[in-house]
């Protein structure tokens, strides 16, 4: 079984992989749905999935690592750690938090940054406009963004997509979407989500 397959099947032995019609933050449509909450429950499975990226990573050199708020700050936490060990260094970790539709470093962050090598760290990737807003966030600061590093990349994002020098994933798989006028989920009337992904927001319209 190759190593994307057994991501796969971590995953869904976890309940991380969930099947039905999810609105995502990009606004587009889908069939499944990575349930990233269900495995950041578990800290030995988070440690586990962030030492496998850790290990992906070991030959970039790099002395922070940083992630958006809020699930990505848990993997940033423990790749830091894993990497720390790794390279027998200090790695530090930091998080950016959105403000007026931007990323930004708050908390003194900036400072931790600037002029330091960055590995850029996010959860899950559909479009990529997550995971650059952070990478413009640390350029903003003055950090040398090294390369990032996501759990999933969903949606075939390449690392020119974002603008930084290597896009590495533990799991690269091809979920489909659709644009909301041309999902097929939609046009059999199959209900969105609500507990899932950005479909509670469709409660409050």
């Not at 499975?45 to 690592?65: A, G, H, P, W, Y």
């Not at 290597?166 to 097929?184: A, G, M, Q, R, V």
Request: contains cysteine; hydrophobic residues 40%.
């Amino acid at each position: 079984m190759s190593e994307n397959n057994e991501v796969l099947v971590f995953l869904k032995k976890h309940n991380a992989i969930v099947y039905g019609h999810f609105l995502y933050t990009s606004g587009k449509h889908g069939e499944v749905y990575i349930n990233k909450d269900a495995i950041y429950i578990k800290p030995k499975v988070v440690s586990e999935l962030c030492l496998k990226m850790s290990m992906m990573v070991k030959d970039i050199d790099f002395e922070v690592v940083c992630a958006p708020t809020i699930g990505g700050v848990i993997l940033s936490q423990w790749i830091a750690y894993h990497s720390s060990n790794l390279k027998n260094t200090e790695i530090l970790s930091v998080f950016s938090e959105e403000v007026n539709g931007r990323r930004v470093l708050k908390r003194g962050y900036d400072k931790v940054v600037e002029n330091k090598k960055i590995l850029v760290v996010d959860d899950i990737l559909t479009t990529g406009s997550s995971i650059k807003k952070v990478i413009n966030a640390v350029r903003d600061c003055k950090g040398i963004v090294q390369g990032s590093v996501c759990l999933v990349n969903r949606g075939q994002v390449k690392a020119k997509d974002i603008d930084s020098p290597f896009l590495t994933s533990l799991l690269s798989i091809d979920f489909k979407s659709y644009e909301p006028e041309e999902c097929p989920l939609c046009k059999r009337n199959i209900p969105i989500n609500t507990d899932l992904g950005k479909g509670k927001k469709l409660q409050n319209l």
